[in-house]
């Protein structure tokens, strides 16, 4: 049974910086493609970024140069680094395994 726990969402400034995480159990993340969602209130899940098995990394443009995503193979754990953050960054962050699988999310609030 796939499991994936983030953690890591908060309140922070304009221009501060949040780090997610998402713990997973039940899959080895080295094997799959990997991603983090967000979703704004009123609007659609939207993808922010992934990294493949063989560590390559995408971004939505959205976020380009201010978010890094990263693997930890050995604690089967992805992580999302938000810098610069913006109001528009608010939403709840959701990771997700390949097409399949959804953690429960966690909420990241910037205020301006």
């Known amino acids: 049974q796939v499991q994936l726990v983030e953690s890591g969402g908060g309140l922070v400034q304009a221009g501060g910086s949040l780090r997610l995480s998402c713990a997973a159990s039940g899959v080895s993340i080295s094997s799959n493609t990997m991603a983090w969602y967000r979703q704004a209130p009123g609007k659609q899940r939207e993808w922010v970024a992934a990294?493949?098995?063989?560590?390559?990394?995408s971004y939505a443009n959205s976020v380009k140069g201010r978010f890094t995503i990263a693997r930890d193979n050995a604690k089967n754990t992805v992580t999302l680094i938000m810098n610069s953050l913006k109001p528009e960054d608010t939403a709840v962050y959701y990771c997700?395994?390949?097409?399949?699988?959804w953690g429960q999310g966690t909420q990241v609030t910037v205020s301006s």
């Open positions: 997700r395994k390949g097409y399949g699988d």
């Open positions: 990294i493949s098995s063989g560590g390559l990394t």
